[in-house]
T-cell receptor, first 113, second 112 residues
Framework: DAGITQSPRYKITETGRQVTLMCHQT?????MFWYRQDLGHGLRLIYY???????DKGEVPDGYVVSRSKTENFPLTLESATRSQTSVYFC????????????FGPGTRLTVL | GEDVEQSLFLSVREGDSSVINCTYT??????LYWYKQEPGAGLQLLTY?????DMKQDQRLTVLLNKKDKHLSLRIADTQTGDSAIYFC????????????FGKGTRLSVIA
């Protein structure tokens, strides 16, 4: 499928488990982002990547790990899930340059019990 | 610092105009954006304005930018029930290659 996809769309897990959320884009965009969306907080940036093998922390990186071995993929791993990580997670990509339209995936709703 | 502020809720009657406001703090912003998020979906770009413009019109949408006051607004004419969504204001900076800074979003409810 063309565009940006996320999997799974819904996930329920337990405290302490490792969870990986996948993000894939077909445009070869240089930049990719992970956000979490929580009521009252809007969108908060977790991590972003400017290119393969280049990642940087955002506003709320604690408890998350990212990697980017290929341009098109940007997985987000919760190494030991906590209840406070229950959220909706959005991946986005962007070509870069002065005009920065970010394209968002459909989101993954994660519940940590 | 970077901060984008929006009111959280707006309710309007179908057929009326909606005005969603946003203030930002960084005067070096180059582009300012409005994104729309429909229920259960990701954000989609609605419109944008370059920082050297005062106004941009696109069908029912009008964006006004007041750089002196660092104020951005989105006006939706003849608001429809399909316009019910969360609207996010966002800004980007000189280099362009930095993450957008988003406001918390304004939830627009349209009453039939």
């Amino acid at each position: 499928d063309a565009g940006i996809t996320q999997s799974p769309r819904y996930k329920i897990t337990e405290t302490g488990r490792q969870v990986t959320l996948m993000c894939h884009q077909t445009w070869s965009h240089s930049y990719m982002f992970w956000y979490r969306q929580d009521l009252g907080h809007g969108l908060r940036l977790i991590y972003y990547s400017a290119a393969a093998d280049i990642t940087d922390k955002g506003e709320v990186p604690d408890g998350y790990v990212v990697s980017r071995s290929k341009t098109e993929n940007f997985p987000l791993t919760l190494e030991s899930a906590t209840r406070s990580q229950t959220s909706v997670y959005f991946c986005a990509s962007m070509a870069g340059g002065s005009y920065n339209e970010q394209f968002f995936g459909p989101g993954t709703r994660l519940t940590v019990l | 610092g970077e901060d984008v502020e929006q009111s959280l809720f707006l309710s309007v009657r179908e057929g009326d105009s909606s005005v969603i406001n946003c203030t930002y703090t960084d005067s070096s912003s180059t582009y300012l954006y409005w994104y729309k998020q429909e229920p259960g979906a990701g954000l989609q770009l609605l419109t944008y304005i370059f920082s050297n413009m005062d106004m941009k019109q696109d069908q029912r949408l009008t964006v006004l930018l007041n750089k002196k006051d660092k104020h951005l607004s989105l006006r939706i004419a003849d608001t429809q029930t399909g316009d019910s969504a969360i609207y996010f204001c966002a800004e980007s900076f000189n280099s362009g290659n930095t993450p957008l800074v988003f406001g918390k979003g304004t939830r627009l409810s349209v009453i039939a």
